[in-house]
Structure formats: C-alpha cells, structure tokens
C-alpha cells in the first residue's frame, strides 16, 4: 500500500466530513453537501457529474469490460435527536471522537469510500473500475436518490454500500413493507350500545396479525417480524362509536418472503382492508461466492444479516453494507464516530478492492 497517497487520502477524508457536519443536509435539502463533495472531488483533479442531489464520478481510466464496483454511500440526514446536548451542526473533535450530525451515518462510511476511491483513482492499469455515488434521500427511502441514478452508472458488478456495520459484511438486509389498514363499522351512540365498533374490530385485526407465524427463517435474518406502530379513530367524542379506525403494520421481511406473499398471508387472516405504502424496499442477499464477500472473508471479516434497510435494497445488482461505525449510535443524540474507525475503513477498503483483483 502507497503509505503517502493512504496518508494523504485519510487525512483529506476526515476534512471533507468536518465540512459535511457544518452544511445541514435533511433528506431533500441536500444541495450544500452536494456542492461541497463535487467541489472536494473537483479540486482533486476529478471529473464529476450532478444530477439532483447526487454526485456521480469514475476513476480515470475507466475501462469498459472490466469487472466495476460502485462504491455508494449517503450524505442526507435526520433531523437532529431532540436529546441534543451539543450543536448538530458543529463538527467537535474531543478524545479521538469526532461529533456531529451525519458523522457515523453515514459521513463515515462516506469520506471512506470517497478516500478508497481518490487512491485508485489515477491508477492507469486498475484490473477494475470504479464508479463513485454520494447520493441523496436514503433516509427518507425517496425516489431522487440512488434510485434516480441507477440508468446512469452503466453495467455495474457488485456494490459496496457505505453503512456504519464496524467494518463487518453485512450480506443480508431485512426489506420493510408499511400497510395502512382500515376497519370498517357503523357509528351508533355509546350510551344505546348502538353502531358497530371499528376499534374493536380493528384491535381483533391486530391480535390476528400478531399470532400470524412466518414459517421460512433465515440463517442470516431469521424470521419475519411484524409490529402495529400506529391506531387511530377520527371520531374524538367519548360517546360516539367509531365508524372507522386506521392501524398502521410496520414488517421486517427476510429474503424467504416477496412483500406480495407477505401482504396476501395477512389480508387472509383480517377483516381490515390492507393497503401497501410501497414495495420498493426488498430484503436483498448477496451470495457468499461473490468477489466482493470473497474478498472481505480473505480479511478476515464476518458475514451477518442486518436488520436495517439502507439504498442497498433498491440496487438491481448484488451489493455489500459495510462502512467504519456502528449502526447502534446512527440518529442518536450527540452522535459521534472515532477517527480511528474512520482510518481503519478507508485502508480495509482499499484492500477489500485489491482482493477483488
């Protein structure tokens, strides 16, 4: 490994996620982080591209034929945790901790894909390509992210989505299907016993949900899981029987399971009427065959199933997570990632990428 070039990278790295921290960069107000990664990579001699929010670049002697790697992280956000106890948007260095919103997820993984990717980048015999993505709205799961750009990335092998997963393989992402569910009665007046109660029915509905099994367990993400997140009424008088009641379903699917299995098995089992928000976001598994998984074993790295969905479920392709930090402090308040993980990251990427080869 060029230990000047690593130096150089690292230190560029940890300089462009100090400067992300101060540009707030919510999900769909992200044009100052764009601007500030395109001009980073700019002034470092790379040819970029701007469609929406998102920030798109090759290495420079990109080769058609060659296996390509996208290398893909985010730098929208949340809103900051009202547990705040420092400024979101000043990045603070304090015993090797750096602070700040975005900091672990995912400016991190970010800079370090960004790092990985400047150390290559001039390289004239790369037995590999390199396409860069720092895209927008994964936080929101929004179409103008990743999902916007996908046409334009040309064919692409494998991924490596920048999460924070401390450097592990995660291989298996659980999907999510959201349903709104309405029961249906009629409205009578509580005190006469009239009306028929679409609370009652609806809480009937969720128990069924709750004693509805999911046969088929991954190895990686085990079961499906089901939670009732939301119920509400319009009626707000005390002696009104409702004659509508609204329950949303939030369901972690696992890659035994499509959303549209999932949805028929519930509709079957209520009464309630079960609307999907979306089926964009599928539980996804990359083989451990693949070069990329290979190459992160040969490191020494183990696989798991990640039970959080990221930009990782919308890639027609198979894709890595894997990212310095720890998935446990993403939207925490007074979130923080150690620099060290952050070095640590950007050279287990750059060896990551020469196994590959």
Known sequence: MNKERLHTVTEDAGTLLRGLIAIPSLSREEAGTAQHIAGFLQARGVSVKRYGHNVLARNRHYRPGL???????????????????????????????????????????????????????????????????????????????????LPLLGPVDGALVGEPTQMQLAIAERGLLVIDAEATGRAGHAARNEGDNALVKAVADIQALYATSFDKVSPFLGPVSLNVTVIETENKAHNVVPDTCRFVVDVRLNECYTHEEVLALLQSRVQSTLTPRSCRLRSTLIAESHPLVQAGLALGRSTYGSPTSSDKALMPFPALKIGPGDSARSHTADEYIHLHEIREGIELYIELLKHTA
């Not at 015993?95 to 790092?115: E, R, T």
């Open 67 to 149: 296996p390509t790697w996208l290398l893909n992280s985010h730098h929208d956000t949340v809103k900051p945790n009202p547990g705040y106890t420092r400024a979101p948007f000043v990045p603070a260095e304090i015993d090797g901790k750096l602070y700040g919103l975005g900091s672990n997820d995912a400016g991190g993984p970010l800079v370090s894909l960004i790092a990985a990717f400047l150390y290559f980048y001039e390289e004239p015999d790369l037995p590999f390509n390199l396409v860069l993505a720092a895209t927008a709205e994964e936080e929101i799961s929004g179409t103008g992210g990743i999902e916007s750009v």
